[in-house]
């Protein structure tokens, strides 16, 4: 929206600014770490005066020794701010001509809605479940197919969209639009929930989010500049680097949420914000045609995902466990490891998952 103050700098010559990405991703990314660090504390206390809280969300799921009373006492639903800081903050610095921009956000309040919906049922309606798996997996699906198909629509996006991408590969391994829609919906919707799994120590998936959202950053700003991209060999998409200030905008809402994430955390993000944080990356991944890198970007999310996978079917196949308790943080949790431990050390293999992502660029 702030970018119409370009059309004024003949004017005032430092409002050329507006016309500059770098500059609007700084400005997105600063708005949202503003919005939510200022407005934490008052959205905490309303949530607490609301009572929306998930009281007792583990029990019957693990020992009482590993229930932290405190933490069924925190607030939820947190991911209104966090998802409205980003938002708002997008609205402000992104572009709203450009199309792929408003796929992002649309979608991404899309999630969010599917969360709220179901953290209503668990704090209000008193449901410790929410919404059915069945039905939640079916809403994703909608709110992903929606996105993918304006996508594979919109001229800008419609040819690059049709190609499926391979880490270290300079070509396309398919270039068939059903295997892409596909997969894009795959990781669209494995996204959003491989970070509402992850959502289970303070700060832990927000931090995560964080490494995510910057290594898609840095794709989306090289897929939207012409030298870039050919010299990389990765897709040129014009206005892709819309899709950096989105993440930018990502990244300082979720550094303003950890403000108040930390431990001890002020209020949990809820369903309202992992399922949409999630979304969200899975639609930066989709936007910049790498969205089987999230395998590696996102390998904390995926390692989470894939204890859980593989307790289930150990456990019906055997009748044995593989982890203590799954995700696996808590089967780290159950060795002994004190809750910051597993959220730093998470952490660390998140960047480094993300450094790991950002070298694929020159080794094609």
């Not at 507006?18 to 990314?29: D, E, I, R, W």
């Not at 014009?238 to 950096?244: H, S």
Request: include cysteine; charged fraction near 15%.
């Amino acid at each position: 929206m702030l970018t119409f103050l370009a059309d004024w700098q003949n004017a005032f010559g430092p409002l050329r600014l507006f016309n500059s990405l770098t500059f609007c991703a700084g400005g997105a990314g600063f708005t949202a770490f503003l919005i939510v660090v200022l407005f934490g504390r008052k959205t905490a206390a309303a949530l607490r005066k609301l009572n929306l809280r998930a009281a007792d969300r583990y029990e019957g799921l693990m020992p009482p020794e590993y229930i932290d009373k405190v933490k069924n006492s925190t607030p939820c639903m947190g991911g209104l701010l966090l998802i409205g800081g980003i938002l708002l903050s997008s609205l402000l610095w992104i572009n709203l001509t450009d199309p792929i921009a408003l796929v992002l956000m649309g979608a991404t309040l899309g999630f969010a809605g599917i969360g709220f919906a179901d953290d209503y049922l668990k704090t209000i309606g008193g449901n410790r479940d929410g919404i059915s798996a069945k039905l939640k997996f079916l809403l994703q699906l909608l709110v992903a197919g929606f996105a993918v198909a304006m996508l594979h629509i919109l001229p800008e996006t419609r040819e690059v969209m049709r190609g499926v991408a391979v880490p270290f590969l300079k070509e396309n391994v398919s270039n068939s639009p059903y295997v892409a829609i596909a997969l894009s919906l795959l990781v669209i919707v494995g996204a959003s929930n491989a970070v509402n799994l992850t959502d289970g120590k303070d700060g832990l998936a927000t931090g995560c989010t964080i490494f995510c959202a910057l290594t898609y950053a840095v794709f989306a700003y090289l897929m939207g500049h012409r030298i870039f991209s050919d010299y990389l060999s990765i897709p040129f998409v014009p206005n892709a680097g819309q899709a950096m200030v989105f993440a930018s905008a990502l990244i300082g809402g979720c550094i303003g949420f950890l403000w108040h994430n930390c431990k001890p955390a002020a209020m949990f993000m809820g369903d309202t914000g992992s399922l949409a944080l999630g979304g969200a990356v899975g639609l930066l991944s989709t936007v910049t045609r790498q969205e089987i890198l999230l395998l590696l970007v996102g390998g904390v999310f995926v390692m989470e995902t894939v204890s859980v996978m593989l307790q289930v079917a150990s456990f019906k196949l055997t009748g044995k466990r593989i982890f203590l308790c799954t995700p696996i943080h808590h089967h780290f949790e159950r060795l002994g490891w004190q809750e910051n431990q597993i959220v730093v050390r998470f952490w660390i293999l998140g960047g480094i998952f993300a450094l790991m992502a950002l070298a694929t660029l020159k080794l094609r």
